[in-house]
């Protein structure tokens, strides 16, 4: 079991959607949820949630001039804050959080994850899941999520 992560709205939205969010117990012990996420969410009730607020002064930085919204935000000056990785889908905001040497993974890199650790019997079913229900997943993606699953090197 890995140790924290800070996640957003777009990473618990697909993995609710495809039955998998109580994964996030058994992949991380402590699973830090921000208010302004929750806000957007909903109520999650996980053990390993942990709901949290950021004291960083960058959230204001990171909406305004960088025009992310206010959940990643949260996660990104939450990370910054705790040096904790991230679990971000959307392409500017981990563009932004990689710019500042946290470390983000996403929905899919989560769902690997899982296979790895031998909790799914497959990404890519997962990831094929996602995608019908609207998930943008680049056709590249799904291809090295194959290769991976058959052993291949990527």
């Known amino acids: ?27 991380y012990s402590e699973v830090w949820v921000p208010e302004s996420v929750k806000k957007e969410f909903g109520e999650i009730m996980l053990p390993c949630i942990k709901f949290t607020r950021s004291k960083g002064k960058i959230i204001n930085l990171l909406g305004k001039d960088l025009n992310l919204g206010i959940g990643e935000s949260e996660v990104i000056s939450l990370a910054q804050e705790n040096n904790v990785h991230v679990l971000i889908d959307d392409l500017k905001a981990r563009k932004t959080a990689l710019s500042l040497d946290i470390k983000v993974s996403g929905t899919i890199g989560f769902l690997i994850k899982a296979y790895q ?38």
């Open 117 to 154: 650790l031998k909790l799914i019997s497959s990404a890519l079913e997962y990831a094929n899941k996602l995608r019908l229900i609207g998930f943008y997943i680049a056709d590249d993606l799904l291809l090295d999520i194959k290769k991976l699953e058959e052993g291949q090197k990527l």
């Open 1 to 27: 079991m890995l140790d924290k992560i800070i996640v957003d709205t777009s990473v618990l939205i697909a993995l609710d959607k495809i039955n998998l969010l109580p994964l996030l117990c058994k992949v």
